[in-house]
Protein backbone atom coordinates (compact mmCIF):
# COMPACT_ATOMS: atom_id res chain seq x y z
CA UNK A 1 0.00 0.00 0.00
CA UNK A 2 2.76 2.21 1.05
CA UNK A 3 4.24 1.66 -2.76
CA UNK A 4 1.54 2.64 -4.64
CA UNK A 5 0.81 5.46 -2.25
CA UNK A 6 4.54 6.65 -3.38
CA UNK A 7 3.95 5.67 -6.66
CA UNK A 8 1.07 8.41 -6.68
CA UNK A 9 2.60 10.98 -5.44
CA UNK A 10 5.37 10.82 -7.68
CA UNK A 11 3.34 10.56 -10.41
CA UNK A 12 1.62 14.11 -8.90
CA UNK A 13 4.54 15.70 -8.59
CA UNK A 14 5.40 14.62 -11.86
CA UNK A 15 2.20 16.02 -13.60
CA UNK A 16 2.62 19.45 -11.17
CA UNK A 17 6.12 19.84 -12.84
CA UNK A 18 5.22 19.72 -16.27
CA UNK A 19 1.95 21.96 -16.17
CA UNK A 20 4.15 24.55 -14.09
CA UNK A 21 6.82 24.16 -16.94
CA UNK A 22 4.08 25.63 -19.28
CA UNK A 23 2.44 27.90 -17.15
CA UNK A 24 5.74 29.69 -16.79
CA UNK A 25 6.10 30.69 -20.42
CA UNK A 26 7.20 27.71 -22.14
CA UNK A 27 7.05 28.22 -25.89
CA UNK A 28 8.04 26.07 -28.41
CA UNK A 29 9.75 27.51 -31.87
CA UNK A 30 7.49 27.34 -34.88
CA UNK A 31 8.20 26.94 -38.86
CA UNK A 32 7.05 29.06 -41.43
CA UNK A 33 7.26 28.48 -44.96
CA UNK A 34 8.19 31.17 -46.70
CA UNK A 35 5.35 32.34 -49.22
CA UNK A 36 3.53 29.49 -47.90
CA UNK A 37 2.33 27.23 -50.58
CA UNK A 38 3.97 29.62 -53.18
CA UNK A 39 7.25 29.35 -51.77
CA UNK A 40 10.34 31.98 -52.05
CA UNK A 41 9.15 33.74 -55.14
CA UNK A 42 8.97 37.42 -56.52
CA UNK A 43 6.80 40.12 -54.38
CA UNK A 44 6.93 37.89 -51.32
CA UNK A 45 7.62 41.20 -49.63
CA UNK A 46 4.48 41.20 -47.71
CA UNK A 47 4.50 37.85 -46.83
CA UNK A 48 5.42 38.94 -42.67
CA UNK A 49 2.86 41.27 -42.44
CA UNK A 50 -0.11 40.16 -39.92
CA UNK A 51 2.31 37.19 -38.93
CA UNK A 52 4.35 37.00 -34.99
CA UNK A 53 7.30 35.41 -34.92
CA UNK A 54 9.52 34.88 -32.00
CA UNK A 55 13.28 34.46 -31.69
CA UNK A 56 13.94 30.32 -32.40
CA UNK A 57 11.14 30.37 -34.98
CA UNK A 58 12.68 28.57 -38.42
CA UNK A 59 11.76 30.00 -41.71
CA UNK A 60 11.75 27.17 -44.54
CA UNK A 61 12.89 28.95 -47.91
CA UNK A 62 11.61 26.37 -50.54
CA UNK A 63 12.00 27.19 -54.39
CA UNK A 64 14.45 25.59 -57.47
CA UNK A 65 17.77 25.59 -56.68
CA UNK A 66 19.92 27.45 -59.36
CA UNK A 67 16.89 29.38 -59.77
CA UNK A 68 16.76 31.41 -56.87
CA UNK A 69 19.40 31.70 -53.91
CA UNK A 70 18.36 33.29 -50.08
CA UNK A 71 20.74 35.66 -48.36
CA UNK A 72 20.76 36.66 -45.06
CA UNK A 73 21.50 40.60 -44.76
CA UNK A 74 21.96 43.69 -42.86
CA UNK A 75 19.08 46.29 -43.38
CA UNK A 76 21.76 48.11 -45.50
CA UNK A 77 21.83 44.69 -47.57
CA UNK A 78 17.95 44.87 -47.81
CA UNK A 79 17.59 48.28 -48.51
CA UNK A 80 19.99 48.43 -51.27
CA UNK A 81 19.67 45.01 -52.54
CA UNK A 82 23.07 44.58 -52.26
CA UNK A 83 24.10 40.76 -50.43
CA UNK A 84 27.70 42.29 -48.78
CA UNK A 85 28.97 39.48 -46.40
CA UNK A 86 25.85 37.81 -45.92
CA UNK A 87 25.33 34.21 -45.65
CA UNK A 88 24.37 32.72 -48.90
CA UNK A 89 21.94 29.59 -49.03
CA UNK A 90 21.29 27.74 -52.02
CA UNK A 91 19.85 24.80 -51.53
CA UNK A 92 16.04 25.07 -52.53
CA UNK A 93 15.06 23.99 -49.17
CA UNK A 94 16.74 26.69 -46.47
CA UNK A 95 15.39 26.42 -42.92
CA UNK A 96 17.09 29.69 -40.91
CA UNK A 97 16.47 30.17 -37.49
CA UNK A 98 15.40 33.52 -36.52
CA UNK A 99 17.18 35.86 -34.06
CA UNK A 100 15.66 38.55 -31.38
CA UNK A 101 14.83 41.76 -33.34
CA UNK A 102 14.81 42.32 -37.46
CA UNK A 103 16.15 39.58 -39.57
CA UNK A 104 16.62 40.67 -43.49
CA UNK A 105 16.21 38.30 -46.47
CA UNK A 106 16.78 38.77 -50.42
CA UNK A 107 17.59 36.53 -53.30
CA UNK A 108 20.65 38.32 -54.48
CA UNK A 109 20.09 36.83 -58.86
CA UNK A 110 20.46 40.07 -60.74
CA UNK A 111 16.81 41.82 -60.37
CA UNK A 112 15.12 39.48 -58.28
CA UNK A 113 15.44 41.47 -54.47
CA UNK A 114 14.37 44.44 -57.16
CA UNK A 115 11.20 42.64 -58.14
CA UNK A 116 10.23 42.45 -54.41
CA UNK A 117 11.90 38.95 -53.52
CA UNK A 118 13.28 40.43 -50.33
CA UNK A 119 11.57 39.90 -46.74
CA UNK A 120 12.19 41.67 -43.03
CA UNK A 121 10.98 39.66 -40.27
CA UNK A 122 11.21 41.29 -36.88
CA UNK A 123 11.40 37.98 -34.22
CA UNK A 124 10.09 39.20 -30.62
Request: glycine residues 10%; charged residues 20%; hydrophobic residues 45%.
Amino acid sequence: MAQAQQARSALVILALAVVGHYLLGHTEATDFVVGDAGGWKFNVIDWPNGKSFKAGDDLVFNYAAGAHNVVAVNEVGYDQCFPFDGKVYTSGKDRITLVKGDNYFICAFPGHCEANMKIKVTAA
